[in-house]
């Protein structure tokens, strides 16, 4: 298979996700100096919850993605190894535990750490909402023991699993429906807790305004991603990964809705003039797993080389306010709950496998890479069940590889190539039998 | 008198070599269907309490050979060993299982099983992490939910009184092992760790009444035993294993000359620490309120509570038992040990107890390792007390 060096068409206005980013980063390493409260919090965004009260808040895996996309990375994970955090555990937790403890322990000389990996401020409580994975709770839990002298306060949201009992389904289902009583229950606690912090009355007027926003920009990017189903696709999932951050920790802040309404403008455009994301796309493919950080340009610019274009995924696809439609501002716990609920790590695999099905319908799938990330057992729990359902009931065909979302040691490259160019090999001569 | 210790040991190690074997007989000779649960924190008296017999779902000694189609080889070892058991189609057997969300690694198995199983009931215990004020009230909700899906498979309700019989059962039980614990407490030298684990898994394998005949004439045999002499360093064993831990390993510890005097294991006193409260009216409640306090007895990693403290419950636990060195085993992937070794490790180091981790791995690669390893730290530490 030729190998010309083409590159990803990425969309401009992801330089716009990419100015309130830094902006974001460099209020929050000031945010103590200006007298705001800082909440550590993992999982689902409640950043809204936290701005209505006025609070700065360092999302653990928005954190981990952030000092590996400026690749400072190592060190904090190098400190975070000496201590005894073994390499097995999520990247996203040694990372942020390694800069936590280069602001609790001082940096070693032997160090070269990173402006963002030594800057971070340390909590004055930490929120825990955490959907399909038992390890954001425990993270959570040794960063509190990594100030053995401070009690810090802990509110932990439970997110329970959407198993799929007794027929319910998706959104549907008495499982479902209680599922979200819960949920909504606990979200109001965590307004009442959030406002103790504060010593202030909770200001649900502002947290309505705040998802009014979120719900804005939420219904843009579901918009946008949808109209990716032309062919070619004018953006990809690794587009969708870079404006991951407006719905995630940087959910309801200003700006968010002005830039998704620019990806969605310029996504109109490209279908209108026939740009595409990558130069020639040949193949379609379907991203499952999670986004590997430290090297999503260098994706990008490998699938492009491929003539593959990576449309959809089910990080980005099914999780971040992926149903706006619930939301209603000015009562917006139960949308919340159900968007929440519903994040794609907390569904039972049959629910998971009917709504990756539908996307792979929807995008015109060709074939599915398997992105098994080493320290992510959440999210690659269900990949070799995937493999065998995307074959037996869609004939789509995957491949898989091993690799992380913010430690690149978990990369064999050649590997990679190999694995991609065998499902395109495959994805072809299936092309080709038709054709034939 | 050692030969009834022994002939009552033959019979426990015949069960734990094949731990289904018990559960099957059951079914062909009384239609007795078997509800496969996963470990650590579950309520098998609900099972019990149904009419249906409870099997604790046990790591097997088998290389994962066929289950690696359906996992990755980066899941620990008790979660890929049961994906395994499913593949060759060891679990066939069951009427149901039960997987419950304190483990990402179980929940995935779980969906394995479901996926694989498809004439076993795939059934969901919801079990909070964390203690928040309202943390107990939600575990009766969980343990409600689970309590209707059981009785959808016995089409019978399971009433209090069901329940609080199988507590008194259970109770017994724990109580009996717990004797058995006391017994080895005083002199340690009486039982190997090996028997220890077998003896706690035959509990976790067999029907708790038949169990209880069995373990109240071990507590006889064990009165009377000859006891070998063994001048050793004391280790205490800890980890958060879902799986019993690996035999040979635990010969090694002893064959170097340690006798072990205490653990934490989930094969051991992790298992029988606590009893459920009879008292406690509603026996939904008194379940939950077992699992907090249990925790609190002796803490889980899994269950995320800041009011318990492992790495203090740790050195606690050695000074009271006179231990003279820690060994902690920790399951390779296991993501919540993985995250409170470091605690752990400090504290110790600052208790000024000596301690080893070996990593545990569902296929062991080098065992002379292990044996280098555990023999140097028994030394060094023999030394330094020498000193």
């Known amino acids: 298979m030729s190998q010309e060096l083409k590159k990803a068409n990425r969309l401009k206005s992801g330089k716009l996700v990419n100015k309130l980013v ?34 700065a808040w360092i999302h653990g895996e928005g954190y981990g993605a952030r000092v590996a996309a400026r690749h400072e990375e190592l060190e904090p994970q190098i400190y975070a190894e000496r201590r005894g ?9 040694r990372t942020q535990m390694g800069c936590v403890m280069f602001a609790e322990r001082g940096v070693p000389l032997d160090l070269q750490v990173g402006a963002i990996a030594k800057e971070i401020p340390v909590p004055d409580f930490i929120i825990t909402c955490y959907p399909g994975c038992t390890s954001g709770p425990q993270w959570d839990w040794a960063i509190e023991r990594m100030f053995p002298g401070r009690k810090i306060p802990w509110f932990n949201v439970v997110i329970p699993y959407h198993y799929g009992r007794n027929g319910s389904g998706y959104m549907r289902g008495e499982e479902y429906e209680q599922e979200v009583a819960y949920v909504t229950r606990q ?136 149903e706006p439609d619930v939301i209603d501002p000015a009562n917006p716990l139960r949308g919340v709950a159900i968007n929440h609920l519903e994040c794609q790590l907390g569904l039972g695999y049959p ?86 | 008198m050692s030969n009834k210790y022994e002939e009552i040991m033959s019979r426990i190690t015949e069960i734990t070599d094949q731990p289904y074997e018990t559960a099957k007989r059951k079914k062909e000779e009384k239609g007795q269907k078997t509800i496969g649960y996963f470990a650590m924190h579950f309520p098998e008296e609900l099972i019990h309490a149904s009419g249906l017999y409870p099997v604790l779902l046990q790591e097997s000694n088998d290389p994962v050979t066929s289950g690696h189609a359906y996992y990755y080889s980066f899941f620990c070892g008790p979660s890929r060993s049961l994906v395994d058991q499913a593949a060759k189609e060891e679990l066939n057997f069951l009427d ?56 959808s498979i016995t089409g019978k309700t399971i009433t209090d009184n069901d329940i609080k019989r199988s507590f ?19 002199t340690p030298e009486v039982i190997s760790s090996k028997d220890l684990v077998r003896i706690i898994q035959s509990s976790m394998v067999m029907l708790k009444e038949e169990n209880n005949i069995l373990l109240a004439e071990l507590v006889e045999a064990l009165k009377t035993k000859a006891v070998p002499k063994k001048t050793g360093p004391k280790v205490f064993l800890s980890g958060s294993l879902c799986g019993a831990p690996k035999f040979d390993i635990l010969s090694i510890i002893e064959n170097a000359g340690a006798v072990v005097v205490g653990d934490d294991l989930f094969h051991g006193w992790r298992y029988i620490s606590s009893d459920i409260d009879e008292s406690i009216k509603d026996p939904l409640k008194a379940i939950s309120e077992y699992y907090i306090r249990r925790n609190k007895d002796v803490p889980c990693p899994i269950r995320v509570d800041p009011d318990t403290k492992w790495e203090q419950y740790l050195v606690d636990r050695v000074k009271e038992l006179g231990a003279d060195q820690l060994i902690i085993l920790v399951a390779k992937y296991c993501e919540a040990h993985m995250f409170f070794y470091p605690d752990i490790k400090e504290a110790v180091e600052k208790a000024g107890i000596p301690h080893l981790q070996i990593q545990i791995e569902h296929e062991i690669v080098s065992l002379e390792a292990v044996k280098t390893r555990v023999e140097a730290f028994l030394e060094m530490t023999e030394i330094a007390a020498a000193k």
């Open chain 1, 22 to 55: 830094n902006q974001y980063w460099e209020d929050l390493i000031m945010a103590k100096e200006q007298g705001k409260l800082v909440c550590y919090t993992t999982g689902l965004p409640i950043g809204p919850f936290l701005d209505a009260q006025d609070m």
């Open chain 1, 85 to 93: 955090y073994d390499r097995e555990l999520c990247s996203y937790a």
């Open chain 1, 187 to 322: 979200l109001k606690d965590m307004c009442e807790f959030i406002g103790k912090m504060s010593g202030r009355p909770y200001n649900y007027d502002k947290l309505s305004e705040l998802m009014n926003t979120v719900k804005q920009c939420g219904t843009l990017r579901k918009q946008a991603m949808e109209l990716c189903a032309a062919k070619p696709a004018p953006a990809s999932f690794f587009d969708w990964s870079q404006f991951i951050a407006p719905v995630n920790y940087l959910s309801g802040l200003p700006g968010t809705v002005e830039a998704m309404q620019a990806a969605k403008d310029e996504i109109e455009e490209r279908i209108r003039t026939g740009e595409s994301a990558i130069p020639n796309e040949k193949y379609r493919i379907f991203w499952e797993g999670i986004m590997n950080w430290n090297k999503l340009g260098w994706m990008a610019n490998k699938f492009a080389n491929y003539d593959a274009t990576v449309v959809a995924g089910r990080y980005t696809h099914m999780a971040f306010w992926q």
């Open chain 1, 351 to 436: 629910i998971t496998e009917e709504k990756m099905f539908e996307l792979c319908k929807l995008y015109s799938i060709d074939g599915v890479v398997l992105h098994g990330a080493r320290t992510c057992r959440s999210f690659g729990r269900s990949h070799y069940l995937m493999a065998e359902n995307l074959s037996k009931k869609l004939d789509i065909s995957s491949t898989m590889f091993e690799g992380d979302m913010v430690d690149e040691s978990f990369y064999k490259e050649e590997v990679v190539n190999t694995r991609i160019e065998a499902l395109l090999e495959s994805l072809e001569a299936k092309k080709q039998r038709q054709r034939g």
């Open chain 2, 96 to 151: 149901a299982i039960i997987v419950g969300d304190y483990c990402i690694q179980e929940i995935g198995a779980g969906e394995v099983l479901g996926e694989k199983l498809p004439k076993v009931k795939n059934l969901f215990f919801r079990l909070p992490v964390g203690n928040m004020p309202w943390t107990g009230d939600d575990i009766v909700e969980g343990l409600k939910e689970l309590k209707r899906d059981i009785e």
């Open chain 2, 168 to 186: 008194k059962i259970y109770n017994k039980n724990r109580q009996l092992l717990r004797e058995i614990y006391e017994i080895r407490n005083k």
